[in-house]
Each structure stands twice: as structure tokens, then as C-alpha cells.
């Protein structure tokens, strides 16, 4: 089975993701990880690591192929948030998860022992070259509704759901999609 989980930052991709491969026992792959990573090794935060990505856009369609090559290989979920447009014909299930800005941005403060303002700040500049990115590489409007309801199998608002409840929604559906026993 490949399973895409997307979303915007701090929606809960990576704890969900994480969760549901140690349930299924399938490897788990996150390119916002692999991201963060790719800014570390430069010594550069997200902030500079994502100009530095729009002037670069070799290192976006890097991440992408390397994303369709390990969701070929099956028994994955892969955690990124072009992962339903890029796996739209490859996974077997596509879930976007979503959740207020405010909600987000404390969450991921709390994550990364940061301030509000410090995530706030960083998040909108890295989610708006991200819209631009997307727009200018693959012509997708991560805002568009209708192509959004086209793309994915499941739609899940997180901000007044426990982890536990999204694991839960998420896997009976897939049980009821015949995806797992």
C-alpha cells in the first residue's frame, strides 16, 4: 500500500504519518524532514534554506523524484505536502490534513521550543515561496478547492481532534477502502 498524508506545516503530517506506519509495519518517509536536513547540512535555517530553494528549483524537483521513486517501491507513507498531487496516480490513498494557521503555529512553537512570533514569522515566509514554488514548478494552486476535493480520499480537520482519533478515522477508512484487513 503507498499512502500519501499532506497538508500544510504543523497539521500533524509527520506525528500521524509515524503513527499509522508503526501500526501497519511500513516504512514512513517525510520530505519536510528531509528538507529541514538539506537546511541543517548548509548551516542555513528554513528561512534562508527556503530563498535559497527558490533560486534553486533543482533541489524541489530532486525531493519530488526521490518521492516517486521510494512510493514505487509500495509499503509506504509518505509524509509531504505535494505528496497527493506528485503520488496522484501512484498511491493507493491520499489524505490532506488541515487545521487553522494559529493552531499550527503553536503547535510547531511547541515542537521546536521557539516562540509564536519566531514560527509565525519563519512559517509565512516558508509557506508563501512554497506557494510560489508549487505554482511556478508544477502549475498546482495548493488553494484550489475544487482540485483539492478531486485529489484526495480523505480530508481530516485536526485542530479539535486528538492524535489517537485521527489515527483511528484514518485507518478505519482504509479498512472500509479494502486497504488493510
Do not use: W
Not at 521510494?70 to 498531487?85: E, R
Request: net charge neutral; glycine share 4%.
Amino acid at each position: 500500500m503507498i499512502l500519501s498524508i499532506s497538508g500544510l506545516h504543523g497539521t500533524g503530517k509527520s506525528t500521524i504519518g509515524k503513527l499509522i506506519a508503526d501500526k501497519l509495519k511500513i516504512q514512513y518517509y517525510s520530505t519536510g524532514q528531509a528538507f529541514r536536513d538539506l537546511a541543517q547540512e548548509m548551516n542555513m535555517t528554513l528561512e534562508e534554506y527556503s530563498k535559497y530553494v527558490e533560486e534553486n528549483p533543482e533541489i524541489d524537483k530532486d525531493l519530488d523524484n526521490k518521492i516517486i521513486g521510494i512510493a514505487k517501491k509500495g509499503n509506504i507513507i509518505i509524509d509531504s505536502q505535494l505528496s497527493g498531487y506528485i503520488l496522484k496516480s501512484i498511491a493507493d490513498f491520499k489524505v490532506l490534513l488541515r487545521c487553522p494557521l494559529e493552531v499550527r503555529i503553536k503547535r510547531m512553537a511547541e515542537r521546536d521550543d521557539t516562540t509564536y512570533g519566531q514560527k509565525l514569522k519563519e512559517t509565512k515566509l516558508r509557506e508563501k515561496s512554497e506557494l510560489e514554488r508549487f505554482k511556478h514548478l508544477y502549475n498546482i494552486d495548493l488553494n484550489d478547492q475544487k482540485e483539492i476535493q478531486n485529489i484526495y480520499d480523505l480530508i481530516i480537520n485536526t485542530e479539535n481532534l486528538t492524535v489517537e482519533k485521527i489515527v483511528e478515522k484514518i485507518l478505519l477508512t482504509l479498512e472500509k477502502s479494502n486497504l488493510i484487513i
